[in-house]
């Protein structure tokens, strides 16, 4: 009786993620990004592409929080 009580666990092989596979992601959430920065920094100022104070209301807090001037 030279059984132990705790199961062994075999650890599978991590396969890397290749470049090809991240770069359309990565593009992607960095237009994105780029978007919510220019709509919490620069909307509703000389290159407004939505009028009105919809915008500036709904990010206006961000914009203290990163530092932008709104006022």
């Known amino acids: 009786m030279a059984q132990t009580a705790a199961p062994t666990t075999v650890t599978p ?3 890397p993620i290749s470049l090809k596979a991240i ?3 990565a593009v ?3 237009v994105l990004m780029l978007i919510l920065l220019y709509f919490v920094g620069a909307e509703q100022g000389a290159t407004a592409l939505i009028s ?3 915008v500036h209301e709904w ?3 961000g ?3 990163l530092g932008f001037p709104c006022h």
């Open 13 to 15: 092989a991590i396969t």
């Open 23 to 25: 770069a359309p992601w």
């Open 28 to 30: 992607f959430f960095g």
């Open 52 to 54: 009105g104070e919809g």
């Open 59 to 61: 990010v206006h807090d």
């Open 63 to 65: 914009r203290h929080l």
